[in-house]
């Protein structure tokens, strides 16, 4: 049984420097932030790049948040806010800075992982596999690189997985040769959800992996952070422009309410192509229920316009 392509996801790692950047994504909108007027102020955030590190926050619930740094050359700064924006992660300061207990963690695991390896070699062929085996990925990353996805053990290690199993494992569940060659990096990903609640501690609001984690067979998590950063902006520019702050302090929820829509997406998902074919996890009655579901999505018109609104995260 096979599936169309799905992106990749991921937070930074522990210690990884953080970096704003101009958008490398799009998304659709309902129409510019400020009708008629001068440049925006999305736009003129997104016209700067800073690189920073030993990021520190303080007082995010006071009346003027501090975030402290460090620039390139190593000199520090401090810089004094009205607001304050967490975008940098799961494993990031912003979420950190929150006083234990202020929010409520929701989180479920799936009692597998995925072996996600980068290699350099054309995607051939390109998609999703389900296998008694476990559920297998080759996505396209470029002309000439792959990011090949392989179903496995929650407590498996990359010992486990040496280059040839690798290759031998991803022909064996696609059912037909895959091009093989070098490998550049392997990595295990537990597959899990997370929620935080509330979306936002005083005057700091988390945004995308540092209030939720979805899995990566749903690849909504760049999704769900550019409707955080949306609702974020027009809230903001809102408070700028008029010293109107109800979409501020409407943010969390507003957010949430698209987040757990998602959420419920990313588990029927996950779910049902993992159960689909691995019946180790769930038995043999589940792998027959997640099929009967993958064949209704493909059977039935309405279901499967549903499933395209919800995979093209217009729902």
């Known amino acids: 049984m096979s599936l169309p392509p799905r992106p990749d996801t991921g ?4 210690g990884a420097c953080p970096v704003v950047r101009p958008a490398d994504h799009t998304t659709p909108r309902r129409g510019p932030l400020r009708p008629g007027g001068p440049r925006s102020l999305a736009t003129r955030l997104l016209s700067y790049r800073y690189e920073a590190a030993d990021v520190a926050l303080d007082n995010p619930d006071g009346e003027h948040p501090t975030v402290g740094y460090r620039d390139p050359s190593g000199i520090p700064h401090t810089l004094t806010c009205d607001y304050s924006a967490g975008c940098d992660g799961d494993r990031g300061v912003s979420r950190a800075a929150v006083p234990a207990g202020a929010l409520t963690r929701y989180s479920h695991g799936y009692g597998y992982s995925w072996l996600s390896v980068l290699a350099r070699v054309p995607a051939a062929p390109s998609g999703m596999a389900i296998h008694p085996r476990g559920l297998a990925g080759v996505i396209p990353r470029g002309a000439h690189a792959s990011r090949l996805y392989l179903q496995c053990a929650a407590d498996d290690t990359l010992e486990q997985w040496p280059d040839g199993r690798v290759w031998s494992e991803l022909t064996a569940r696609f059912g037909t040769p895959v091009s093989s060659g070098p490998i550049a990096e392997k ?3 537990p597959l899990r959800s997370v929620v935080y609640e509330p979306m936002r501690h005083g005057r700091l609001y988390l945004l995308g992996d540092a209030a939720h984690i979805v899995p990566p067979m749903s690849a909504k ?8 950063a949306e609702v974020f902006a027009r809230a903001l520019v809102r408070q700028a422009h008029d010293g109107d702050g109800a979409l ?44 009967a579901e993958l064949r209704r999505v493909f059977d039935s018109p309405a279901a499967n316009r549903l499933f395209g609104k919800l995979s093209a995260g217009v729902n």
Do not use: M
């Open 187 to 189: 990595r295990l990903v």
């Open 11 to 14: 937070s930074p790692g522990p």
């Open 221 to 228: 998590g760049i999704n769900l952070a550019l409707h955080d």
């Open 248 to 291: 501020l302090d409407a943010y969390s929820e507003t957010c949430l309410r698209h987040v757990w829509n998602y959420q419920a997406f990313a588990s029927w998902i996950t779910e049902i192509t993992h159960n689909a074919g691995d019946a180790s996890h769930e038995a043999e009655f589940r792998k027959q229920i997640a099929r």
